[in-house]
C-alpha cells in the first residue's frame, strides 16, 4: 500500500484470474472510494504466476510495481509495471499567491498531457478548500477537452475569492479524468486570504518611528509593511517585521519624505 501526495491510497496484491493469478492494483481517493483498478496478466505465459513485492507512485502519479513471474518452465523472472496516468496535469502560478482581504483573484497556468497513444477526452474541474478541509466551493465542471495522441494542451484560469470568504490558507484541487467515474490525476495549488490591515498610531523620536495598534484576539503574530507611497499593495512586499507584540520601533529612518504602514495579522 501506497499515499500520495494528495492522500490517496494505492494497493495491490495477486488475485485469481482467468490465468491463474494475476496482479490488481486499486486507487482511492481521499473519501475511501475507488479511482480505478487495473489487472495485470502475462499472457504470454500459460499457467504462471504474477505477483506484486513493492509499490511506489512519484510526483508525476505514476504507479511502479515490482514483483516477480513464475512459469513452470523456466522459473521466476522480475516483474515490473508501470502505470501512467492518460491525462497529466501540471501547474504554474501567474502573478501573486496571496489574497487581499477585501477579495481578489489568482491566476495560473494549467497544462494537460495525453500520455496515451489515442486521442483522449477528459473532464477537467475543480474546487476550493479550506484547511478545515471544507469545501467552500462545490465541485464543479470547468470543461470537456480533447487532447491529440501525445500532445498538450495548454490555458490560463482564474480562482476568484470573494470578500465573504474567511481569512487563511487554502487548497485549490484542479481534477482531471471522467466527472461521473473518477479521477485519472490531480493536482493541487495554495494560496491565502490575508486579513484585514488595522488602525496604526505613530509617532516619531529623532530617526526612529514608534508605531502601535490594538490587538486582535486570538492572532498568533502580526506583520508590518511600510512603503514610500500611499495605498500601496503590500500583498507584494517582504514585511519589514514579523511580531508577537502590539508595537514596533522602526529604527533608522532617513529623512526623505512620508513614510506609509500597513499591518496585518495571522491566526
Known amino acids: 500500500m501506497e499515499v500520495d501526495d494528495l492522500g490517496n491510497v494505492y494497493v495491490t496484491g495477486d488475485s485469481w484470474g482467468p490465468n491463474y493469478e494475476d496482479v ?20 504470454a505465459v500459460i499457467f504462471g504466476v504474477d505477483f506484486p513485492q513493492a509499490l511506489d507512485v512519484d510526483e508525476s502519479g505514476n504507479v511502479l510495481i515490482t514483483g516477480l513471474s513464475v512459469i513452470q518452465a523456466t ?18 502560478y501567474i502573478g501573486n499567491t496571496q489574497i487581499p482581504n477585501q477579495g481578489g483573484e489568482l491566476t495560473y497556468n494549467c497544462n494537460l498531457v495525453n500520455n496515451s497513444e489515442e486521442m483522449t477526452t477528459i473532464d477537467l474541474w475543480s474546487d476550493l478548500v479550506f ?22 494542451i495548454e490555458d490560463e484560469y482564474r480562482i476568484e475569492i470573494p470578500e465573504s470568504y474567511p481569512t487563511g490558507d487554502y487548497i485549490h484541487n484542479i481534477y482531471a479524468g471522467s466527472y461521473s467515474d473518477g479521477i485519472w490525476h490531480q493536482q493541487q495549488i495554495y494560496l491565502s486570504k490575508l486579513p484585514p490591515s488595522l ?69
Open 24 to 43: 490488481v492494483t486499486f486507487k482511492y481517493n481521499t473519501e475511501g472510494e475507488l479511482q480505478w483498478d487495473i489487472w495485470y496478466d502475462n499472457y
Open 75 to 92: 522459473g521466476s523472472d522480475i516483474l515490473t509495471i508501470k502505470y501512467s496516468p492518460t491525462v497529466s496535469i501540471s501547474l504554474s
Open 131 to 152: 484547511p478545515a478541509d471544507s469545501i467552500l466551493s462545490p465541485a464543479y465542471l470547468v470543461e470537456n477537452i480533447s487532447i491529440e495522441a501525445g500532445g498538450f
Open 199 to 267: 488602525a496604526l498610531y505613530a509617532s516619531i523620536d529623532d530617526n526612529n518611528v514608534n508605531l502601535s495598534w490594538q490587538g486582535v484576539p486570538y492572532a498568533l503574530s502580526y506583520r508590518l509593511y511600510r512603503s514610500l507611497v500611499p495605498y500601496f499593495d503590500y500583498t507584494t512586499l517582504i514585511p519589514i517585521a514579523v511580531t508577537n507584540d502590539t508595537s514596533f520601533v522602526d529604527e533608522g529612518i532617513i529623512n526623505q519624505g512620508s513614510y506609509f504602514y500597513i499591518v496585518t495579522y495571522d491566526f
